[in-house]
């Protein structure tokens, strides 16, 4: 019989309220409800509790006139909401009780809840991390996007190869969202636009135009122990076209339902692309309706506020535009200022060039956005009417500024060889322009931006990104955080620059034990994880080295794969090595429609298959890849890793925030000197992290010249590589079908563009094989390599995005917090610097 701890007077009082819910909402007593219907209950419960501070902070916001942060996102990746949810609330141990007393686990009850994927990667869960910050620093702020029905796809793994299967998120209904109906609006899609001359003034009308209905839904959302509640607006698209009774008589009924469902269709699935641009009209139609609604929303809510003080905008709104995928924000507000409002261009140009910030997350060529004419003006003609004005005046400028030199014109331009350039866009219009690390925005300052760096110096930012502490670690490696608290304090949690305080225990035997516990602890419930998910056993006393991100060539899992393939050679070749077991995890989703990425998740499959299940080996090592990565499965493997692998090419990786994850987990990096890693070294100093390869400026360098050689060179003199690049074409990974990886074989030997190894993989290679052979060797001397661990943790504090989140405030959003005056919320930002 399990001892059941008494219930407090709160408790119990929350007790009462879940039965209540369970009764009133599914109109069922305690003992019949489902353990859905439990998780639910606890929701609406938490949710109740959310809500109950709402009007308090709204009222306030509203009596002080508060600036407000509009953060436009085309992805929110925010994972489950009910754990954080009741952490920031402090209920944890409310709730992990009373649900005891029910008879339940809060651990069974929290896996009950889907995930909210909306998003691919990185960037969408910055978002999410942001808007916690912003809600614990007390920052009044709405995210903004797309009530996708469908979030990323599902992945499941079958025979090697990934395979997509729909994430329908909403089926068992969602305790978070509330539905605005009446604060639903119009968005005006394709047609003829007429100009009209009146007094002097001009107007448009459109004819033929489709309209769609943006309904918005709200996620009331809480900070860690905060005052104020903002919220997640996702807006949904629906039919104007009501159904007709006398339709539906007629027989009209199917051509009405197909109507509404071709409207619908712009809010039902999110693109699976990352890192790369698919110009697909309806990925345009979803980046309109997302900025059209909201700045519908925003322009009226200014209004209630300040009437038509347009001259206030710039200090009571700022819209910040994550990547270029809510551009279309800009024209938007013009044609709100101008065609709705009255105002003239100069005055709508002026207030749009001081209300727009924009932050960019890469520097692939291939991601940055281009839309043809031909599609565009289609689609949104009035937008493209405006924007072609934007550009004309744009030139008109450039043209004094750099007189006859048209190739710089045609790169600067937002119209160009019949494209729309978003990016452009932006750099002609927003007031801060940032890049997410310091050698991103170095990157863009002096390469892909330099031609608008020189131009307005100052717009430019660099702060880096961070990831909130209350997901990635207090909820999801609760241990280490309470150890954490014990010795230190729980201030940590909202000072994360405190965690330097752990730094005198890196070296203190009994924590070093606490710490390596709770790691193996960790480790257990992955390998339980591994068992039931992929049926294969893995040894938690064996090192765990993590690689889970999206799949990309720049992020080079290839480059780990073939490094685990050799290793595999030599062990066979020399089965009596001392070689301390070593288990490899992948997780990684690759884009449906990318070839190459799928191919590479069916050789780690093939390779693992095969390395697995052979028995000369005596398991010594172990190749697992976890499918269907997101948020919730990242918060099991993150917190057991022991290495994390973060190994893209130089210059390539624009930040990266997994890696920050490991990092405050106490996981050892091996890595390039990419993106954050760079600061990540500075900050936990050399000799705690392990930095190998090419860097950015000799990747540049050597891409401009024939890499040839070079290839030719490494592949005559390095014998290990060779032996596993021939692997991939001898049948060696799958005996049936010899061809399978001969693309990879020739993309790495002959690259696609006439120039082999595009992405550096084997010129990286030895250096990365003998940083792994000194990882394996360190992690043997447990104390020297604890004291590392502990060292990441504790050298973490920098990448808290609350730290980010004062950097934008500071530089770019100049809000003020409701608990104190703005004067203190400076004061704070100085001081954690
Ligand atoms: C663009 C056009 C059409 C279709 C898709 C896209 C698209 C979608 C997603 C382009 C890019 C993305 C996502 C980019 C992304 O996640 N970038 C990552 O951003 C992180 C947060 O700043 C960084 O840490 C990563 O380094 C960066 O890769």
């Given at each position: 019989?399990?001892?059941?701890?008494?219930?407090?007077?709160?408790?119990?009082?929350l007790?009462?309220?879940?039965?209540?819910?369970?009764?009133?909402?599914?109109?069922?007593?305690?003992?019949?409800?489902?353990p859905?219907?439990?998780?639910?209950?606890?929701?609406?419960c938490?949710?109740?509790?959310?809500?109950?501070?709402?009007?308090?902070?709204?009222?306030?916001?509203?009596?002080?006139?508060?600036?407000?942060?509009?953060?436009?996102?085309?992805?929110?990746?925010?994972?489950?909401?009910?754990?954080?949810?009741?952490?920031?609330?402090?209920?944890?141990?409310?709730?992990?009780?009373v649900?005891?007393?029910?008879?339940?686990?809060?651990?069974?009850?929290?896996?009950?809840?889907?995930?909210?994927?909306?998003?691919?990667?990185?960037?969408?869960?910055?978002a999410?991390?942001?808007?916690?910050?912003?809600s614990?620093?007390?920052?009044?702020?709405?995210?903004?996007?797309?009530?996708?029905e469908?979030g990323?796809?599902?992945?499941?793994?079958?025979?090697?190869?990934?395979?997509?299967?729909?994430?329908?998120?909403?089926e068992?209904?969602?305790?978070?969202?509330?539905?605005?109906?009446?604060?639903?609006?119009?968005?005006?899609?394709?047609?003829?636009?007429?100009?009209?001359?009146?007094?002097g003034?001009?107007?448009?009308?459109?004819?033929?135009?489709?309209?769609?209905?943006?309904?918005?839904?709200?996620?009331?959302?809480?900070?860690?122990?905060?005052?104020?509640?903002?919220?997640?607006?996702?807006?949904?698209?629906?039919?104007?076209?009501?159904?007709?009774?006398?339709?539906?008589?007629s027989?009209?009924?199917?051509q009405?339902?197909?109507?509404?469902?071709?409207?619908?269709?712009?809010?039902?699935?999110l693109?699976?692309?990352?890192?790369?641009?698919?110009?697909?009209?309806?990925?345009?139609?979803?980046?309109?309706?997302?900025?059209?609604?909201?700045?519908?929303?925003?322009?009226?809510?200014?209004?209630?506020?300040?009437?038509?003080?347009?001259?206030?905008?710039?200090?009571?709104?700022?819209?910040?535009?994550?990547?270029?995928?809510?551009?279309?924000?800009?024209?938007?507000?013009?044609?709100?200022?101008?065609?709705?409002?009255?105002?003239?261009?100069?005055?709508?140009?002026?207030?749009?060039?001081?209300?727009?910030?924009?932050?960019?997350?890469?520097?692939?060529?291939?991601?940055?956005e281009?839309?043809?004419?031909?599609?565009?003006?289609?689609?949104l003609?009035?937008i493209?009417?405006?924007?072609?004005?934007?550009?004309?005046?744009?030139?008109?400028?450039?043209?004094?500024?750099?007189?006859?030199?048209?190739?710089?014109?045609?790169?600067?331009?937002?119209?160009?060889?019949d494209?729309?350039?978003?990016?452009?866009?932006?750099?002609?219009?927003?007031?801060?322009?940032n890049?997410?690390?310091?050698?991103?925005?170095?990157?863009?300052r002096?390469?892909?931006?330099?031609?608008?760096?020189?131009?307005?110096?100052?717009?430019?930012?660099?702060i880096?990104?961070?990831?909130?502490f209350?997901?990635?670690?207090c909820?999801?490696?609760?241990?280490?955080?309470?150890?954490?608290?014990?010795?230190?304090?729980?201030?940590?949690?909202t000072?994360?620059?405190q965690?330097?305080?752990?730094?005198?225990?890196?070296k203190?035997?009994?924590?070093?034990?606490?710490?390596?516990?709770?790691?193996?602890?960790?480790?257990?419930?992955l390998?339980?994880y591994?068992?039931?998910?992929?049926?294969?056993?893995?040894?938690?006393?064996?090192?765990?080295?993590?690689?889970?991100?999206?799949?990309?060539?720049?992020?080079?899992?290839?480059?780990?794969?073939?490094?685990i393939?050799?290793?595999?050679?030599?062990?066979?070749?020399?089965?009596?090595t001392?070689?301390?077991?070593?288990?490899?995890?992948?997780?990684?989703?690759?884009?449906?429609?990318?070839e190459?990425?799928?191919?590479?998740?069916?050789?780690?499959n093939s390779?693992?298959?095969?390395?697995?299940?052979?028995?000369?080996?005596?398991?010594?090592?172990?190749?697992?890849?976890?499918?269907?990565?997101?948020?919730?499965?990242?918060?099991?493997?993150?917190?057991?890793?022991?290495?994390s692998?973060?190994?893209s090419?130089?210059?390539?990786?624009?930040?990266?925030?997994?890696?920050?994850k490991f990092?405050?987990?106490?996981?050892?990096?091996?890595?390039?000197?990419?993106?954050?890693?760079?600061?990540?070294?500075?900050?936990?100093?050399?000799?705690?992290?392990?930095?190998?390869?090419l860097?950015?400026k000799?990747?540049?360098?050597?891409a401009?010249?024939?890499?040839?050689?070079?290839?030719?060179?490494?592949?005559?003199?390095n014998?290990?590589?060779?032996?596993?690049?021939?692997?991939?074409?001898?049948?060696?990974?799958?005996?049936?079908?010899?061809?399978?990886?001969?693309?990879?074989?020739?993309?790495?030997?002959?690259?696609?563009?006439g120039?082999?190894?595009?992405?550096?993989?084997?010129?990286?290679f030895?250096e990365?094989?003998?940083?792994?052979?000194?990882?394996?060797?360190?992690?043997?001397?447990?104390?020297?390599?604890l004291e590392?661990?502990?060292?990441?943790?504790?050298?973490?504090?920098?990448?808290?995005?609350?730290?980010?989140?004062?950097?934008?405030?500071?530089?770019?959003?100049?809000?003020?917090?409701i608990?104190?005056?703005?004067?203190?919320?400076?004061?704070?930002?100085?001081?954690?610097?």
């Amino acid at each position: 019989m399990q001892n059941i701890k008494a219930l407090t007077p709160e408790e119990e009082k929350l007790k009462e309220q879940i039965i209540g819910k369970v009764n009133r909402h599914f109109g069922k007593v305690i003992e019949d409800a489902t353990p859905h219907m439990i998780y639910m209950a606890c929701a609406y419960c938490a949710r109740d509790e959310i809500m109950g501070k709402w009007p308090a902070s709204h009222k306030e916001i509203r009596q002080k006139g508060l600036k407000k942060l509009y953060y436009l996102s085309s992805e929110f990746l925010m994972g489950r909401l009910f754990s954080t949810n009741i952490l920031n609330l402090m209920q944890t141990d409310a709730y992990v009780n009373v649900l005891k007393s029910l008879g339940y686990e809060v651990s069974d009850i929290v896996e009950l809840e889907n995930d909210a994927g909306l998003g691919n990667g990185g960037l969408g869960r910055l978002a999410a991390c942001f808007i916690d910050s912003l809600s614990t620093l007390d920052l009044p702020a709405y995210g903004c996007t797309i009530r996708y029905e469908y979030g990323l796809f599902k992945q499941k793994i079958v025979d090697g190869y990934q395979v997509e299967l729909p994430d329908a998120w909403l089926e068992h209904g969602n305790a978070w969202q509330i539905p605005r109906p009446e604060e639903t609006v119009e968005v005006k899609f394709g047609g003829q636009v007429y100009t009209h001359w009146n007094n002097g003034r001009c107007s448009f009308h459109y004819e033929n135009s489709h309209t769609i209905l943006a309904m918005p839904y709200d996620v009331p959302l809480c900070g860690y122990d905060s005052k104020i509640v903002n919220k997640l607006r996702l807006w949904s698209a629906k039919s104007s076209i009501a159904m007709d009774m006398k339709d539906f008589n007629s027989g009209k009924y199917v051509q009405a339902e197909e109507e509404k469902q071709l409207a619908e269709v712009i809010s039902k699935v999110l693109y699976p692309e990352d890192n790369h641009e698919e110009g697909k009209e309806l990925r345009l139609k979803q980046q309109y309706f997302l900025v059209s609604a909201t700045l519908q929303w925003i322009i009226k809510e200014f209004k209630i506020q300040n009437g038509d003080a347009w001259e206030k905008l710039p200090e009571k709104i700022v819209i910040h535009i994550n990547d270029t995928h809510p551009t279309l924000a800009i024209p938007e507000m013009m044609r709100i200022l101008m065609d709705e409002e009255g105002l003239g261009w100069d005055f709508a140009w002026e207030l749009t060039t001081k209300v727009f910030a924009y932050t960019n997350h890469t520097v692939m060529s291939e991601a940055l956005e281009k839309w043809p004419i031909y599609m565009f003006q289609r689609v949104l003609p009035r937008i493209f009417m405006i924007v072609e004005e934007i550009n004309r005046r744009l030139l008109e400028n450039l043209d004094s500024i750099y007189p006859n030199d048209p190739k710089k014109l045609e790169y600067m331009a937002i119209i160009a060889n019949d494209k729309i350039s978003m990016a452009n866009l932006c750099l002609a219009t927003c007031f801060a322009v940032n890049g997410v690390s310091k050698l991103h925005t170095d990157i863009l300052r002096n390469d892909i931006f330099a031609d608008y760096y020189r131009i307005h110096p100052k717009r430019f930012h660099a702060i880096t990104n961070g990831i909130t502490f209350r997901r990635w670690i207090c909820n999801c490696n609760p241990k280490l955080a309470d150890l954490i608290s014990e010795k230190i304090g729980k201030e940590w949690i909202t000072d994360a620059e405190q965690l330097k305080k752990l730094i005198p225990y890196a070296k203190d035997e009994k924590f070093q034990k606490e710490f390596e516990k709770i790691k193996y602890e960790n480790k257990v419930e992955l390998a339980k994880y591994i068992k039931e998910h992929n049926g294969i056993d893995v040894d938690p006393k064996s090192i765990f080295d993590v690689q889970s991100k999206r799949l990309h060539e720049y992020k080079r899992q290839l480059m780990n794969v073939l490094h685990i393939m050799a290793e595999y050679n030599r062990l066979v070749e020399n089965p009596e090595t001392d070689y301390f077991p070593k288990t490899y995890i992948f997780a990684a989703k690759a884009a449906p429609g990318y070839e190459r990425a799928k191919l590479i998740i069916k050789l780690i499959n093939s390779v693992a298959e095969k390395i697995n299940n052979d028995e000369r080996i005596k398991g010594k090592i172990k190749v697992v890849f976890i499918e269907n990565y997101g948020v919730s499965i990242a918060e099991k493997i993150i917190v057991a890793a022991d290495i994390s692998e973060q190994i893209s090419t130089a210059g390539k990786e624009a930040s990266g925030t997994g890696n920050m994850k490991f990092m405050l987990n106490g996981a050892l990096t091996v890595g390039t000197l990419d993106g954050a890693n760079v600061e990540m070294s500075e900050q936990v100093g050399m000799n705690n992290i392990y930095i190998f390869g090419l860097k950015a400026k000799e990747v540049e360098a050597r891409a401009r010249y024939n890499g040839g050689d070079e290839v030719k060179d490494i592949y005559t003199s390095n014998n290990a590589l060779r032996k596993v690049l021939e692997q991939l074409i001898d049948g060696s990974i799958e005996h049936d079908n010899t061809q399978i990886f001969r693309d990879l074989y020739q993309t790495l030997m002959f690259g696609d563009y006439g120039y082999p190894d595009t992405y550096m993989v084997l010129r990286d290679f030895e250096e990365y094989c003998n940083v792994q052979d000194q990882m394996s060797i360190d992690y043997r001397n447990r104390q020297f390599w604890l004291e590392k661990a502990i060292m990441n943790t504790a050298c973490s504090g920098y990448f808290s995005s609350d730290r980010t989140i004062l950097e934008y405030n500071e530089k770019i959003w100049h809000l003020q917090s409701i608990k104190e005056d703005k004067k203190a919320t400076e004061k704070k930002t100085s001081k954690r610097k």
